[in-house]
């Protein structure tokens, strides 16, 4: 006789399925993100290191947007240094022909013209802000002309404080990198004063101009050796923001690194895990559907009879076979029991026909008489 599955084995059998289905979500999920785990108690004890992790992540792209920042500015800074120090060797290298040739045709207009450039460059600002005031917001170099150069004290000259700016570029380092317009013009302004205070120069410059012309050279040599030495220092912090930039950049690829081993899901093995549970969960619908095929005969034989209707809770032996063979004339005789609790399911195909008596506890029925 064949056995076939009661409830008990099909609910058994329905968890089975639902424990592949809820596996099969899973690992469907992880080819969808590519993650192990959608959240951080998923991860068991790595939980608290990726934590540990992340915020380190965090401080060294804090640390690269500052360098990033940081270099930009000191390109801002290294611009219009340059500017001012091409400016005033140009005007040195005028003022020195005029005096060795006795000949200062266009030197006027050339002073004029550093001037300018020179107070265009102390004046430069970054997003609204001057690059060389300190933590003023008013334009650094005040005199607009050489006439106001020369009747401008030198302490009223610059709008400047002494407050420099600063940034942390990387754990426990702060770099100070502010330059203001005193430190780089003051020694030029003086230059300008002198030159201004030799008065008008013509085509020839007169002896007490020529004099001027000796000491403004000398003048704006020693103002120009000063802001070779600021520029210098400003190369010097470019050199050293980018190297902590790199190396922020290589620690942070170094800690996502360590985050996506701890977090990220191996997608040729979720594949895999993927075709093996399809499989599992194919082949569990299968032999569930085969045994809800076997255990059909016997619900519906128990709906007849209006016994134990929807819920069998027995193991039913009974044919895998739809057609009925006839029950005999009456059932086996010598029964000590009362009809009524006597119950009787029919025998399978392969037997004699007649009938098998189940127990009344059983939950049987009687044959038709």
């Given at each position: 006789?064949?056995?076939?599955?009661?409830?008990?084995?099909?609910?058994t059998?329905?968890?089975?399925?639902?424990?592949s289905?809820?596996?099969?979500?899973?690992?469907?999920?992880?080819?969808?993100s590519g993650?192990?785990?959608?959240?951080l108690?998923?991860l068991?004890?790595e939980?608290v290191?990726?934590?540990?992790?992340?915020?380190?992540?965090?401080?060294?792209e804090?640390?690269?947007?500052?360098?990033?920042?940081?270099?930009?500015?000191?390109?801002?800074?290294?611009?219009?240094?340059?500017?001012?120090?091409e400016a005033?060797?140009a005007?040195?290298?005028?003022?020195m022909?005029?005096?060795?040739?006795?000949?200062?045709?266009?030197?006027?207009?050339?002073?004029?013209?550093a001037?300018?450039?020179?107070?265009?460059?102390?004046?430069?600002?970054?997003?609204?802000?001057?690059?060389?005031?300190?933590?003023?917001?008013?334009?650094?170099?005040?005199?607009?002309?050489?006439?106001?150069?020369?009747?401008?004290?030198?302490?009223?000259?610059?709008?400047?404080d002494?407050?420099?700016?600063?940034?942390?570029?990387?754990?426990?380092?702060?770099?100070?990198?502010?330059?203001?317009?005193?430190?780089?013009?003051?020694?030029?302004?003086?230059?300008?004063?002198?030159?201004?205070?030799?008065?008008?120069?013509g085509?020839?410059?007169?002896?007490?101009?020529?004099?001027?012309?000796?000491q403004?050279?000398d003048?704006?040599?020693?103002?120009?050796?000063?802001?070779?030495?600021?520029?210098?220092?400003?190369?010097?912090?470019?050199a050293q923001?980018?190297?902590?930039g790199?190396?922020a950049?290589?620690?942070t690829?170094?800690?996502?690194?360590i985050?996506?081993r701890?977090?990220?899901?191996?997608?040729?093995?979720?594949?895999?895990?993927?075709a093996?549970?399809?499989a599992?969960?194919?082949?569990?619908?299968?032999?569930?559907?085969?045994l809800?095929?076997?255990?059909?005969?016997?619900?519906r034989?128990?709906?007849?009879?209006?016994r134990?209707?929807?819920?069998?809770?027995i193991v039913?032996?009974?044919?895998?076979?739809?057609?009925?063979?006839?029950?005999?004339?009456?059932?086996?005789?010598?029964?000590?029991a009362?009809e009524?609790?006597?119950?009787?399911?029919?025998?399978a195909?392969?037997?004699?026909?007649?009938?098998?008596?189940?127990?009344?506890?059983?939950?049987?029925?009687?044959?038709?008489?």
């Amino acid at each position: 006789m064949n056995r076939v599955a009661t409830i008990p084995l099909q609910r058994t059998m329905s968890d089975a399925i639902q424990r592949s289905q809820q596996k099969l979500a899973v690992t469907q999920l992880q080819l969808a993100s590519g993650k192990k785990a959608t959240d951080l108690a998923a991860l068991g004890p790595e939980a608290v290191r990726n934590l540990s992790t992340r915020t380190l992540v965090a401080a060294q792209e804090a640390h690269g947007v500052v360098t990033t920042r940081l270099s930009t500015t000191l390109s801002f800074y290294d611009a219009n240094i340059s500017s001012i120090e091409e400016a005033g060797q140009a005007l040195s290298q005028s003022i020195m022909e005029a005096v060795g040739t006795n000949q200062s045709t266009g030197l006027k207009q050339a002073i004029e013209d550093a001037f300018t450039q020179i107070r265009t460059a102390l004046n430069a600002s970054q997003g609204g802000l001057p690059l060389f005031a300190g933590s003023q917001t008013e334009e650094p170099f005040r005199p607009k002309n050489l006439k106001e150069a020369l009747s401008t004290p030198l302490q009223d000259a610059f709008g400047n404080d002494d407050v420099r700016a600063s940034a942390r570029v990387a754990d426990n380092l702060d770099m100070e990198y502010g330059v203001t317009a005193r430190d780089l013009g003051s020694g030029l302004l003086q230059a300008f004063r002198t030159l201004a205070a030799a008065g008008e120069i013509g085509d020839m410059p007169t002896d007490q101009q020529r004099a001027a012309l000796d000491q403004a050279g000398d003048e704006l040599r020693s103002a120009l050796s000063s802001v070779r030495e600021i520029n210098g220092e400003v190369g010097r912090k470019q050199a050293q923001v980018e190297t902590l930039g790199v190396r922020a950049e290589q620690r942070t690829l170094l800690l996502k690194d360590i985050i996506s081993r701890n977090e990220d899901a191996d997608l040729g093995q979720v594949a895999i895990n993927l075709a093996q549970e399809k499989a599992t969960l194919q082949a569990s619908y299968f032999v569930f559907g085969q045994l809800w095929r076997a255990g059909r005969p016997a619900s519906r034989l128990l709906r007849q009879r209006g016994r134990d209707r929807g819920s069998p809770s027995i193991v039913l032996r009974l044919a895998r076979s739809a057609a009925r063979f006839p029950a005999p004339a009456r059932p086996p005789s010598g029964r000590a029991a009362p009809e009524a609790e006597r119950h009787w399911i029919p025998r399978a195909r392969n037997s004699a026909p007649g009938w098998l008596q189940l127990p009344a506890s059983a939950g049987g029925h009687a044959p038709d008489r």
